[in-house]
């Protein structure tokens, strides 16, 4: 199954706070079709506090980052669509290629280490927890 690693609290928010709708990247995706989000090893606390302060001008409150999974699976969505934004709306940043993603699902945690871009992680190792 393809996954995408992603740093916290991002990738809590795309599983547990709406932010399926969008993920910003520096690249296009034409894959459809689910992937795991994989939550990164690594986030400073400056990186935190950064997300931190966006998501509460948008409403949203996240926990704190020695609560975040770090370095597993965390869940599950579905890429539906991708598009290149000028502009910033919602969870979208501006001159960023909006990942547009749907049916958010989590699933306990499974370790792994991630990989830059989209990677493979082998089904025997997570069907079980994705079915």
């Known amino acids: 199954m393809k996954a995408l690693t992603v740093r916290q609290p991002w990738a809590w928010a795309i ?11 520096g690249w296009a995706i034409h894959y459809r079709g689910d992937i795991l989000i994989h939550s990164a090893k690594g986030c400073t606390k400056k990186e935190y506090l950064q997300a931190q302060e966006f998501c509460q001008s948008i409403g949203v409150s ?7 999974s770090r370095g597993e699976i965390i869940g599950v ?3 539906v669509g991708c598009q290149f934004s000028e502009t ?4 979208g940043m501006p001159q960023q290629f909006h990942w547009h993603l749907t049916n958010p ?6 370790p792994y280490i991630g990989q ?10 997570v069907q079980e927890a994705v079915a």
């Open 105 to 110: 699902r989590a699933i306990t945690p499974i």
């Open 88 to 91: 910033a709306a919602s969870w």
């Open 15 to 25: 599983i547990y706070a709406n932010k399926d709708d969008i993920e910003n990247r």
């Open 77 to 79: 969505v579905r890429v």
């Open 62 to 68: 996240i926990p704190e980052l020695d609560s975040l």
């Open 116 to 125: 830059l871009g989209l990677f493979d992680v082998p089904d025997e190792l």
